[in-house]
Each structure stands twice: as structure tokens, then as C-alpha cells.
């Protein structure tokens, strides 16, 4: 490197291409930028920017090149800004921490959650607890649950989902320390929790939790359940092969509603198969959420998640061809290709997350 | 086995077999239609496929591979296989994933199909001697 040479032609001093030229040149700047940057203190910052560098290289620079490079630098200054942008809200998905940050009061929270769950559980019948532990605890399935209790696989789903609606409603009862004021009270919330329209009708709950601020304040919680999921966004819980169909269907059920292409939607379709399939191979359970997009323009984002082992080398599973189970090694790079956006953030013992995002073609 | 709709059927047609599918399949389905379908070629003894595969949804890696090794044992059976009834939008998204499915044949539908494994069970390639 000619460092040691560059020393010397430093010192040419007496000329006055130094500051004051340099002064000169701040209204072509600050026009130069205004033209490309809307706003004010932005553009003011790249002005300081922008004759800052100049200032520094005004030396090196000939005399009379200084406007020429001047504008030049302007121009630079500009450009990086929009680049770095562009660069911010590409990888904005990866500065998100998938785990919430904890909270001081956190275990507190956690240990009151957990008395109010246990508090709740005990105000079950004992065969209903029993059921439902072995279901969620235990992992035991419904059809060797059934085959216990001497029923079929759907009246134990019923059931526990009969059980967890109670549970539900207990929790809350517990958690917010009421007792419910009135005898209706308690079959009205049952209602709502198990989101059974008929019977709510029976208890006639609409008219009820006018009359019952107490209801009225338990019931948006109940409320709020499964009411998310029919807006534009579809959540999937993925644990087996069926799920991929499900995980795609609702990817072309949304994507049909946001008048996407037919080809495209077969595009999105396959490549949520591609990353749904992932997950069930590799990390046993996860979800898919697929939601609508309005910014910058309408398109479709899904987003697979698992909390599975993670990939180790994210670089390499995004090649063509590499493959660690019987596949053809297409399921990520495939995917890639399909949409027009893709991100894998993936850390080792904690999960993967994939990101991805077609926008509609504007036709 | 339960009482669930046959998502696939496969019915026999003089000496070809015809494989339908009938709804999106999952991994699972699609690996027991692969069995089923290798396990008829030798019970009836078929000596031609032909797969309709234009309920499918998506034809992603999974199922192209599926499907090429399908063919791939037909063959090993003695039997000539032809895919029939890829949607233009699958077809679209099968290049795009870059699925390399040259060495499996291929037919618009059912019809050209079987016009397609009458030729080839009629001339069988030529074996270099």
C-alpha cells in the first residue's frame, strides 16, 4: 500500500479550496438533496453529512473539482440512505426476538397463573380432570382415552372440549377473584366459552351480560377467542401430514380472497407446503399463520414457526440439493424461488421461523 | 379400515391399470396410493398406468417425488407409467420449485394417456443388443 507516499502531497497549504470553498458549495447541496429527500431534518442531516466528507477530502480533491465532487458525494449520501433503509426493513423480522423479553413481575404473574389454573382444575369433576390431564399432560390420544372409559374417540373430544370450555370459564372466575353474582351467570359464560350458539341462545346470554357488568367484563376474554382467526389472518397448528393439506388450504383460502392470481395461489400453496412439511419432519409441531397484507401493497405473508431443534446452518439449507431426511432438498430453496420474499431465522435447540411474502402481481 | 371416502381409486381397464386421485392428498395418503398402486400392477398383472392426478392441489417435492418413484417401481414391474391431468398452475409451480421430472411420461389426459401407453406397450423401446 502507498500509504507512506500519500503523506507527502498533503501539504499544499495557502490554497483556499479549504473551508471557505467548501462554504460555497452548501446551497448546491442542500438543493441537490431537497430534490431527492422529502423531509426536512432528514435531508438536513445528510447536507452535514454530505460537506463533512467533502470537507475531509477537499485536500485530495483538485481545485475546481470540488463542486463536481460535491455533487457526486451528495448523490452518494442519498443513494446509502436508501439502501441502508431498504436493508433495515428487510432484515427488521430478525432484530425481532421471538421470546418475549421477561418481565420483572413475570414469575410473580406465572406463580398466580399457575395457582388459578391448579384452583380451577380442582372445581372440575374428577373424571373430567382426570380426562383432560391425560389429554394435555400426558399426551394420551381420545381414541385410547375412549377405549378407557368405554365411549368413542368423538364423545371424549366432546367432552373435553366441553371440559376445557368450563376450565376456562374457572380460571377466569379464579384469576379475577369473583364470585358469579347471580345463578345464570355461570351456564351464560359456559355458553360463550364453549362458543355453542345454541345454547346461548337458551340461556338467552346476549340479554344476560347487558344485565351482568361482572359477565359482561369475564365474557371479553371468551369472546375474543376465535374471533382473531376469522379475520385475514389463518392460524394452523401443525403436528402431522394432514396438517400441511390444512396449512395450504387456508394459504389458498386467503389468497383466493385477496383476489391473487390462480397461478400465484398454487405458487403460495406449494412453497406453505414446502415449510409446513419442514416442521412436521423435523420439529414435530409448530404453526403456520397466514395473513393478509395492505403495505406497501396488498400480498400475503406466512409465517412457519416451530420451536423444533433449528437449523445449524441456515446458509446450507438454503442450497439446491442438500437434504438431511429422503427428500429431494427443493423444500426450502423451492420455496424460496416461489415467492418474493424469504427469510429463515433459525437458532439451534430453539426453533425456526420462516417468513415469506408474495405480493400481488398488479394486473 | 374405517368407512372414509376412498380418496384415490384404482380400476382396471382391459391390461392398464387407471389410477385416479380424487381429492388433495397428504403425505401419508400419497404413500399408501403408492403402495396400493405397486402392490395392483402385480395383482393384475397390468402392464400399463396411467395416473390422474388433476384433483391435486399442489404438486410440491413431496408428492412430484412420490410420483416419480411410482414410476420408477411401475417400471421395475414391468409396467409403463403415464401422469396424466397436471394443471397449467401446478405445472407452473412444479418449474418454478425446480422439480426435474424429465424421465416420467406424461399425458394432457386420460385419453392421451391411454393412446400414449398403447404405443409404448406396443413398441417397447429398443434395447441396444
Known amino acids: ?48 453529512e454530505t460537506l463533512a466528507r467533502v470537507l475531509a477530502a477537499a485536500e485530495r480533491v483538485e481545485p475546481g473539482m470540488l463542486e463536481p465532487y460535491a455533487i457526486v458525494t451528495a448523490r452518494n449520501v442519498v443513494a446509502s440512505m436508501w439502501r441502508e433503509q431498504d436493508r433495515q426493513r428487510r432484515h427488521q423480522h430478525r432484530v425481532v426476538d421471538l421470546r ?40 394420551q390420544d381420545t381414541r385410547s382415552l375412549a377405549a378407557e372409559l368405554g365411549s368413542t374417540a368423538g364423545a371424549v373430544a366432546a367432552q373435553l372440549n366441553r371440559t376445557r370450555a368450563r376450565l376456562r370459564v374457572e380460571y377466569l372466575l379464579v384469576s379475577e377473584r369473583v364470585e358469579p353474582p347471580t345463578e345464570r351467570c355461570r351456564p351464560v359464560l359456559l355458553a360463550l366459552s364453549s362458543g355453542d350458539r345454541r345454547r346461548q341462545r337458551e340461556v338467552d346470554a346476549a340479554r344476560h351480560l347487558l344485565e351482568c357488568d ?24 401443525v403436528r402431522t401430514d394432514a396438517d400441511i393439506v390444512a396449512a395450504r388450504q387456508a394459504a389458498r383460502e386467503l389468497a383466493t380472497k385477496l383476489r391473487f392470481s390462480p397461478t400465484d395461489i398454487t405458487l403460495i400453496a406449494t412453497a406453505v407446503s414446502e415449510v409446513t412439511r419442514n416442521i412436521v419432519r423435523f420439529a414435530d409441531s409448530g404453526e403456520v399463520v397466514v395473513a393478509a397484507l395492505e403495505e406497501p401493497r396488498c400480498g400475503i405473508s406466512i409465517v412457519a414457526r ?13 442450497q439446491d440439493g442438500y437434504s438431511t431426511y429422503q427428500g429431494l432438498g427443493l423444500g426450502l430453496p423451492g420455496a424460496r424461488r416461489l415467492m418474493d420474499e424469504f427469510a429463515v431465522v433459525s437458532e439451534t435447540g430453539r426453533g425456526t421461523t420462516v417468513t415469506m411474502t408474495k405480493w400481488r402481481g398488479d394486473a | ?50 395416473i390422474d392426478v388433476a384433483a391435486l392441489d399442489v404438486l410440491d417435492s413431496f408428492g412430484s417425488r412420490t410420483l416419480r418413484d411410482v414410476a420408477e417401481m411401475a417400471r421395475l414391474r414391468g409396467a409403463v407409467t403415464v401422469i396424466v391431468g397436471i394443471q397449467p398452475d401446478v405445472a407452473f409451480a412444479m418449474v418454478e420449485l425446480g422439480m426435474d421430472t424429465g424421465s416420467v411420461l406424461t399425458a394432457l389426459d386420460l385419453e392421451e394417456g391411454l393412446v400414449e401407453l398403447d404405443r409404448c406397450v406396443a413398441a417397447p423401446p429398443v434395447v441396444p443388443t
Open chain 1, 214 to 237: 361482572v359477565c359482561a367484563r369475564l365474557s371479553a376474554p371468551l369472546l375474543g377467542r376465535g374471533r382473531r382467526a376469522r379475520d385475514d389472518e389463518l392460524r394452523v397448528p
Open chain 2, 1 to 50: 379400515m374405517t368407512a372414509v371416502p376412498r380418496l384415490f381409486s384404482i380400476l382396471r381397464q382391459g391390461p392398464y391399470l387407471i389410477a385416479s386421485v380424487h381429492t388433495a392428498l397428504d403425505d401419508s395418503q400419497l404413500v399408501r396410493f403408492q403402495e396400493d398402486l405397486v402392490h395392483r400392477i402385480g395383482a393384475d398383472r397390468a402392464r400399463g398406468v396411467v
Open chain 1, 1 to 48: 500500500m502507498p500509504r507512506v507516499a500519500a503523506v507527502e502531497p498533503v501539504g499544499t497549504p495557502g490554497e483556499e479550496s479549504g473551508p471557505a470553498g467548501v462554504a460555497d458549495l452548501i446551497p448546491l447541496v442542500r438543493r441537490i438533496v431537497a430534490a431527492r429527500v422529502p423531509d426536512p431534518a432528514t435531508a438536513d442531516d445528510l447536507v452535514q
Open chain 1, 306 to 318: 416451530d420451536a423444533g431443534p433449528g437449523i445449524p446452518d441456515v446458509e446450507r439449507a438454503l
Open chain 1, 100 to 139: 418475549p423479553p421477561e418481565a420483572p413481575d413475570e414469575d410473580v404473574l406465572a406463580a398466580e397463573d399457575r395457582a388459578a389454573v391448579a384452583e380451577a382444575l380442582t372445581r372440575l369433576s374428577d373424571r373430567e380432570r382426570e380426562t383432560l390431564l391425560a389429554h394435555e399432560v400426558s399426551g
